[in-house]
């Protein structure tokens, strides 16, 4: 067991050795507390190093693997985005529903690598990443309906109803805690949104990382009698499925945020797409 959550179990990784050999100098506790940031900037590294050499040299016409699947990539990422949010606003808001995608699928990756843990399986990671998401939502609304339409927008869009006489004052004395009502619910939804993107992500991540630990150690126990320095690789098979729940997740997670970008847009902007 290692990384900031000591009471998961989860396979050892590089920096948790690091941290048991330094016991409890002032490095170790250092590198303890920042595991999971360090995951994290080795996930960025990797996307700035594979973005980078498959730009350098571009073509018209893709001369290199690299270049090929960069742009296949890109082009499957835009269809998935442009899906959700119509062809305008997909391309527009591509760049951070795309780089919020591969930056969670190589983190949920990393898990399976020796040596390398998920950050992605801390409550910290995927907070911020939910954090990062409801700031943006909560940025477009105000950017693209203005202060007066982004509460107008939270209150369900009230407007005054047209009948005349006394059936209208019932209806105003009616309308008014309604919508104060609405306000109330939307801007608790609102929050409540990055909490289940975060929960979902760090659980699902969690689990698998667990599952794949206990059979790590099933198949140690299978050879232990005969004192093999490796175990039956019974996690191949937890390897392929935590591969498919990886990409889920960084699907699923992605998708949301798209989902709530688009309930954000002006209703002639975001159609019927969401």
Known sequence: MS???????????????????????????????????????????????????????????????LQNTAELLAESLSDFVCGVLGQKEGRHYLPYIGTLFLYILTMNFMGMVPGMKSPTSSLNTTIALALCTFVYVQYTG????????????????????????????????????IHILLFIIHIIGEFVKPVSLSLRLFGNITGEDALLYVFVMLGLSMLSVLKSPVGFPLQIPIMFLSLIGGAVQAMVFSLLSAVYISMMLPHESAGHHH
Do not use: C
């Open 3 to 65: 990384g900031s959550e000591s009471s998961s179990q989860e396979l050892a990784n590089f920096i948790g050795v690091a941290v048991k050999g330094l016991g409890d100098s002032t490095l170790g506790g250092f590198l303890h507390r920042w595991e999971n940031t360090a995951f994290s900037l080795i996930a960025i590294s990797l996307l700035s190093a594979a973005a980078y050499f498959s730009l350098r040299g571009r073509a018209l016409i893709p001369k290199t693997r």
């Open 142 to 177: 105000m950017r693209r309906l203005g202060i007066a339409g982004y509460f107008d927008h939270m209150a369900g869009s009230p407007r005054m109803p047209e009948e005349k006489g006394v059936f209208k004052v019932f209806l105003i004395l009616l309308f008014i805690p």
